[in-house]
């Protein structure tokens, strides 16, 4: 489970604060402070990392997918892209990236969206808004659903035609592709490590994720 | 219309928010071109269970709505159908204008210049309406933007179509849950037009009864069938 690939992120080097393998399906949060730099590693390729961003200080704010969308001007995220928040505010920003894209429209999966998109009888299969709900029940009494707005999903691939179609779409990430956000505010990051099986946002095959956080400076 | 409820009118840059129930059906007419109408919809019986743009986009495989979708809440269940639209795409990526952009797009418009025609935003409006009902700004979620479209190119970049909204376009909603929907009528975000110019509209409410066995939304696809099962076991004696 902890196997590295050769072209993975430094393990362990002296600049990291922490470093954490999350595997597949798993959630996790965390605090990264304001100045400190993020870095999600997919570790063995095409692993989709569905991921919330709260205001540590008042989480009642929180990444606003519209609000990126409406403010860059376009759909998809990479590097110069400014994570805003559901009251405009900049979270965020994505400093490096050599996965080229990542999306922000396919939401997180859901047992109930599940019986909807392929049949009644996936409905016991894990997803990621149950790793949501359960490491926000966790975590903090005063969070909960409502606290789970449309989020990114780092390395997946949902392309929008300039007809209006949508689908989720085989990945281009790879082994070791990874992407670094700097902090603006003391934010507290929601992970789901997306357990689907039912489609190729995870090559049809979840993988453990890297996240490693280096000091402000 | 025999079966009809109720009419309003919205005045431009008008916020307004209502309860339809199942079986009712809403048409929302533009009285001018270029008008916009934000909306988010909630279950009115459990309010935590709200519209979801990654849940309706990816069920019906389109990042836009029109005649034929349904608005899926983040239950697998459906808060209304779109059972007519004389325009044919409505946005649901782009969101609302805030105070700061519209400061910057039409520069000050406050209410002791201007009284009850002041600047209004689509996020402030939308947290006005919402607190009528003790949700607030965790209860701000991505919105549909009717008589909106936007289009994004091969590399995802946004363009918005200036000459898509008439006088008289429409759309029909025809909820299928107890839904709280929540409207402004604020100018879309990305409108470029240079002055602070929201549009009227007309709400028309009537009974319609729920989606029949044939129903187009119900047949789109596969997945809407499901959608529909799910909400309507809410509802069975």
Not at chain 1, 91 to 106: A, F, K, P, Q, S
Not at chain 1, 158 to 163: D, K
Not at chain 2, 23 to 28: A, F, P, Y
Request: with cysteine.
């Amino acid at each position: 489970m902890n196997a590295r690939t050769p072209n993975a992120a430094p393990a362990r080097d002296a600049v990291w604060i922490s470093d954490q393998i999350v595997p597949a399906g798993e959630p996790w949060m965390g605090t990264v402070a304001a100045g400190q730099l993020l870095r999600i590693v997919d570790l063995e390729g095409n692993q989709a990392v569905d991921t919330l961003f709260y205001n540590a200080r008042d989480t009642g704010e929180r990444y606003s997918a519209v609000d990126t969308i409406r403010a860059q001007g376009n759909l998809y995220l990479t590097t110069g892209s400014a994570l805003r928040s559901n009251i405009g505010a900049t979270m965020l920003t994505i400093v490096e990236d050599n996965c080229g894209r990542h999306d922000t429209l396919g939401g997180a999966c859901s047992a109930e969206s599940n019986t909807v998109r392929y049949a009644l009888e996936k409905r016991h299969m894990h997803s990621c808004r149950d790793n949501f709900l359960l490491a926000l029940a966790q975590h903090d009494d005063r969070l909960d659903k409502r606290d789970l707005p449309s989020n990114i999903n780092f390395f997946m691939n949902v392309p929008v035609t300039p007809e209006g179609g949508l689908e989720f779409a085989d990945g281009i990430s790879a082994a070791g592709r990874y992407v670094q956000l700097r902090a603006h505010m003391d934010v507290l990051v929601l992970i789901s490590n997306c357990p689907q099986l039912n489609n190729p946002c995870n090559a049809y095959n979840p993988t453990p994720i890297q996240i490693l956080i280096r000091a402000a400076g | 219309m025999t079966s009809e409820l109720w009419t309003e009118n919205l005045k431009p840059g008008e916020h307004w928010s209502g309860v339809l129930r199942r079986g009712t059906s809403l048409r929302i007419t533009a009285l001018e071109p270029r008008a916009n109408v934000a909306a988010i919809m909630y279950n009115y019986e459990s309010l935590p269970e709200r519209y979801n743009l990654a849940d309706t986009l990816k069920a019906q495989h389109t990042a836009f709505l029109t005649a034929g979708c349904v608005c899926y809440s983040d239950m697998g269940r459906i808060l209304c159908s779109i059972t007519a639209d004389s325009c044919g795409w409505h946005d649901t990526l782009c969101g609302l204008s805030d105070a700061s952009l519209v400061a910057e797009k039409f520069g000050a418009g406050s209410f002791q210049q201007r009284r009850n025609e002041f600047y209004k935003n689509g996020r402030d409006s939308m947290l006005n309406e919402l607190g009528k009902y003790g949700l607030g700004k965790r209860d701000l979620v991505a919105n549909i933007n009717f008589f909106s479209r936007v289009t994004a190119d091969a590399d995802g970049a946004l363009h918005f179509d200036e000459q898509h909204c008439r006088a008289g376009d429409h759309v029909e909603l025809r909820f299928e849950m107890h839904t709280l929907l929540v409207l402004s009528t604020s100018p879309h975000p990305l409108d470029p037009q240079p002055h602070y110019r929201p549009r009227p509209v007309a709400l028309r409410a009537w009974v319609s009864g729920a989606a029949s066995a044939t129903d187009p939304c119900r047949l789109r696809c596969e997945e809407n069938q499901r959608g529909f099962r799910n909400t309507e076991m809410m509802y069975l004696p």
